[in-house]
């Protein structure tokens, strides 16, 4: 069974740090893109970065209002992958998803979420 | 910035059909995904590849494409149905995905 299982999350005032984990199990991790969504309270699902496989080039890419703030990176040999999130602003408060694939399967996998409060 | 447009609501009665559309200008050249997500739960993949069901989504779910717009359809819309609806794809580069701004079914 897919398992993804999200933590990190918190609050963090404005221009703070924080780093998110998910934990992966229930299929081949090193060979999966791994993706990061967000959900702005009562709002719609925004793609924040995706990470490929290492077979696949191992490509990071973002979306444009994180790139420069936000790291994507991954452990395969702990099934997990992170985002380390700088210079945070008040609209970068969400709940964060893991998902995988985004590519022609879609995301096909998604964890619980964890969310993340910004505020003073 | 590419763009998906949806309408924000549909309603239906009970055993109806509900469609849902999904309108951008690279549709035509990039698939299109539905997501369905229920309050207080992550989002689930309900149609892939603009046509394709995941294993356990029932039959009910169905997708097409035509031009610039996908649709999901939901026949006999049933009480469990009832939830925000996404659709997905991603600009004429292929890199980026996309969401719509979501859509919520209302079943009466």
């Known amino acids: 069974e897919v398992q993804l299982v999200e933590s990190g999350g918190g609050l963090v005032k404005p221009g703070g740090s924080l780093r998110l984990s998910c934990a992966a199990s229930?299929?081949?991790?090193?060979?999966?893109?791994m993706n990061w969504v967000r959900q702005a309270p009562g709002k719609g699902l925004e793609w924040v970065g995706r990470?490929?496989?290492?077979?696949?080039?191992?490509?990071?890419d973002y979306a444009a209002p994180v790139k420069g703030r936000f790291t994507l990176s991954r452990d395969d040999s702990k099934n997990t992958v992170y985002l380390q999130m700088n210079s945070l602003k008040t609209e970068d408060a969400a709940v964060y998803y893991c998902?995988?694939?985004?590519?022609?399967?879609?995301?096909?996998?998604w964890g619980q979420g964890t969310l993340v409060t910004v505020s003073s | 910035s590419y763009e998906l447009t949806q309408p924000p609501s549909v309603s239906v009665s009970p055993g109806q059909t509900a469609r849902i559309t999904c309108s951008g200008d690279?549709?035509?050249?990039?698939?299109g995904y539905w997501y369905q997500q229920k309050p207080g739960q992550a989002p689930m993949l309900v149609i892939y590849?603009?046509?394709e069901r995941p294993s356990g989504i029932p039959e009910r779910f169905s997708g097409s494409s035509s031009g610039t717009t996908v649709t999901l359809t939901i026949s006999g819309v049933q009480a469990e149905d009832e939830a925000d609806y996404y659709c997905?794809?991603?600009?004429?580069?292929?890199?980026?995905?996309?969401f719509g701004g979501g859509t919520k079914l209302t079943v009466l």
């Open positions: 229930g299929f081949t991790f090193s060979n999966a893109w």
């Open positions: 690279a549709l035509p050249n990039q698939y």
């Open positions: 990470i490929k496989s290492k077979p696949a080039g191992g490509t990071i």
């Open positions: 997905q794809s991603t600009d004429s580069s292929g890199t980026y995905p996309v």
């Open positions: 590849k603009n046509t």
């Open positions: 998902s995988t694939g985004g590519g022609v399967v879609g995301f096909d996998y």
